[in-house]
């Protein structure tokens, strides 16, 4: 099992900063890649970051390229989202997860665990 908790989320203006940060704990070390998904209320989730543990290559949906920064610190098994320059429409529950699968970490379908979510809210 993988326990996946997420915190940092909150309140901010458009223009500011916030930063996600992903604790991970249980079967961690088979893991092949880790995301963080968001989702606004009435749409689809929808990939925002993805960092591989091995090699550390990041991936980023184009909505957020530029603008946000995924990292990891293998030691403490912890993911960070670094979110600048934020907007509006950057609202959403932001949600980690975690595979174990061979495939494209832009794909959801491929990630076993979920946290929780935690509410990001940009006003105008």
């Known amino acids: 099992q993988v326990q996946l908790v997420e915190s940092g989320g909150g309140l901010v203006q458009a223009g500011g900063s916030l930063r996600l940060s992903c604790a991970v704990s249980g079967r961690t070390f088979s893991s092949t890649a880790m995301g963080w998904f968001r989702q606004a209320p009435g749409k689809e989730r929808e990939f925002v970051a993805a960092?591989?543990?091995?090699?550390?290559?990041?991936y980023y949906a184009d909505s957020v390229k530029g603008r946000f920064t995924i990292s990891r610190d293998n030691g403490k098994n912890t993911v960070l989202l670094q979110m600048n320059s934020l907007k509006p429409e950057d609202t959403a529950v932001y949600y980690c997860?975690?595979?174990?699968?061979?495939?494209?970490?832009?794909?959801?379908?491929?990630?076993?665990?979920w946290g929780q979510g935690t509410q990001v809210t940009v006003s105008s």
């Open positions: 997860a975690a595979s174990f699968r061979i495939g494209t970490p832009l794909n959801r379908l491929i990630y076993d665990y």
């Open positions: 960092i591989r543990w091995s090699g550390g290559s990041t």
